[in-house]
């Protein structure tokens, strides 16, 4: 579970990370990020977006449980670590494909695009 503060919830934040972020996408979700100078609050928050092509409402659900897990594993992690003055925020798009994905590729494809869309973010 992600702790509130780590959360995206306003569909302003989610429009400017869609909008001005880094899109680094694989065959089971999309990630966008945006690198915040000096943040303010947490270093890192995240949110997900699982759209009606997944799947029914208990396999969005689903899906998203089985990411938030992901991401909050991965983000404790220290190969995730940020630098220390930046913060990122990034929305996760599950494609139809991550609902019916195994854990340990569902894992290795978001932990590639976080690292890929952080890179290119970082590169701006």
């Avoid at 702790?3 to 972020?21: C, I």
Wanted: contains cysteine; hydrophobic residues 40%.
């Amino acid at each position: 579970m992600l702790p509130a503060p780590h959360r995206l919830t306003s569909p302003e934040d989610f429009s400017a990370v869609m909008r001005r972020g880094s899109r680094a996408g694989s065959s089971t979700v999309v990630v966008s990020a945006q690198i915040q100078k000096k943040p303010t609050g947490p270093r890192w928050r995240c949110g997900f977006i699982v759209s009606k092509a997944v799947g029914n409402a208990v396999v969005r659900h689903r899906t998203t449980r089985r990411l938030r897990h992901i991401v909050a594993e991965l983000m404790r992690s220290p190969q995730m670590a940020l630098p220390d003055d930046l913060g990122v925020d990034f929305a996760i798009r599950a494609l139809a494909d991550a609902a019916v994905t195994e854990h340990g590729k569902l894992r290795a494809d978001v932990e590639s695009s976080l690292r890929r869309a952080l890179t290119k973010a970082q590169q701006q």
